[in-house]
């Protein structure tokens, strides 16, 4: 791990042994390490996006809860890039569990497809915020989601991060902005402060 970034955002997005979920290796936050160890802990699991299936999402959960170093309770779920359609289909389709989404440099949330994320926003039980890159979706297509969530009556935020491409948290990328990624971490850990302190 080389200067401020780190790779907990690539380890989301390019996780590749597709069986096995993130958050069984050790990562670091510069200046938030407490906070990224709850992450770790209750937090996100991703896989290739074209390999998702709902199952997936069922079976991992279900393994996070009998891990010791779980805590009971909600979880969260962060996606970048395709991630954040993964945590969205997710926290659809377990509002009982996931109390948080947080999706950054997402992209194909808003599609002509029957199944498209916007459409699966009024089963979310979770507060969200979505943190995208000035490139990742366009006006039309963020304002039609954010009419989605406001339609649903979901507690969220969705801002365009400024200066930004896509992928703009990876620090081994020429997308990488050290000052998005800060924005990024002031964004989700409150988010994760508020949804899961009681857990």
Known sequence: MNGPGHRDADAFHRVQDADRPVGAERHSCPGAQHACHRILRRASVAKSWHREKPRDADAYLRFLT????????????????????????????????????????????????????????????????????????????ISELNQALDAAGVGYTSETYPGTVHGFTMSDTDAFNPSALQRHWDRLLPLLDRTLANS
């Open 66 to 141: 009998i891990q010791p170093e779980v805590s009971a309770g909600p979880v969260a779920v962060t996606g970048y890039c395709m991630g954040a359609v993964l945590a969205i289909r997710t926290a659809a389709a377990h509002p009982d569990q996931v109390a948080a989404v947080a999706g950054f440099h997402p992209g194909n949330l808003v599609t002509v497809a029957p199944d498209s994320p916007h459409r699966l926003v009024p089963k979310l039980a979770a507060q969200v915020h979505l943190g995208h890159a000035e490139n990742d979706m366009t006006p039309k297509a």
